[in-house]
T-cell receptor, first 111, second 115 residues
Framework: QQKVQQSPESLIVPEGGMASLNCTSSDRNVDYFWWYRQHSGKSPKMLM?????GEKEEGRFTVHLNKASLHTSLHIRDSQPSDSALYLC???????????FGDGTQLVVKP | GALVYQYPRRTICKSGTSMRMECQAVGFQATSVAWYRQSPQKTFELIALSTVNSAIKYEQNFTQEKFPISHPNLSFSSMTVLNAYLEDRGLYLCGARVQGGNTLYFGEGSRLIVV
């Protein structure tokens, strides 16, 4: 399977702090990236998608994409305890519809 | 977002027996369904991609003989784990793709426990 690498494996931030999560694909033909959030005992829910180089912001969440380096990052500002979850990065080529996931970053936001 | 029902939520089965799980798209047409396994160690693997009216494509290390999939229409898919052993434990997730879209919407998962 194509590799989607996420770092760090786990991250602890204080409430109100900034959380930064990273993701890199090993497939040079990747076109699309997603970030999913999975709370404990639940299924992954799509948080944000990014398909073009640059930055996209939705509320406290910002994603960056650099297609040349196959790298995307997710930044959560003013982190809340409810943001504590497993964050999964996903990547896909346009051509084949197969979406591959990384193993996730476990985020803990401490009150 | 799109609604996907997956059941059963949890199954405990004896080693060597089989488990069938079902995935139902509600209120939309799922042009493709992807089955994944999230292991107890949190590795997230694509098992197969199923598109209606096309051959089901299995990833390396996963076979039709072990994980047969049925995808008869645009709202339903099922997968069976045959002869389950300890290494098959995990959360099995179906992800449905909405017609005309790129995003996968997941069901709540079917957790397989093998004893």
């Amino acid at each position: 399977q194509q590799k989607v690498q996420q770092s760090p494996e786990s991250l602890i931030v204080p409430e109100g702090g900034m959380a930064s999560l990273n993701c890199t694909s090993s497939d040079r033909n990747v076109d699309y990236f997603w970030w999913y959030r999975q709370h404990s005992g639940k299924s992954p829910k799509m948080l944000m998608s990014i398909f073009s180089n640059g930055e996209k912001e939705e509320g406290r969440f910002t994603v960056h994409l650099n297609k040349a380096s196959l790298h995307t990052s997710l930044h959560i500002r003013d982190s809340q305890p409810s943001d504590s979850a497993l964050y999964l990065c996903a990547a896909s080529r346009n051509s084949n519809n197969r979406i591959f996931f990384g193993d996730g970053t476990q985020l803990v936001v401490k009150p | 977002g799109a609604l996907v029902y997956q059941y059963p939520r949890r199954t405990i089965c004896k080693s060597g027996t089989s488990m069938r799980m079902e995935c139902q798209a509600v209120g939309f047409q799922a042009t493709s369904v992807a089955w994944y396994r999230q292991s107890p160690q949190k590795t997230f693997e694509l098992i197969a991609l199923s598109t209606v009216n096309s051959a089901i494509k299995y990833e390396q290390n996963f076979t039709q003989e072990k994980f047969p999939i049925s995808h008869p229409n645009l709202s339903f898919s099922s997968m069976t784990v045959l002869n389950a052993y300890l290494e098959d434990r995990g959360l099995y997730l179906c992800g449905a793709r909405v017609q005309g879209g790129n995003t996968l919407y997941f069901g709540e998962g079917s957790r397989l426990i093998v004893v």
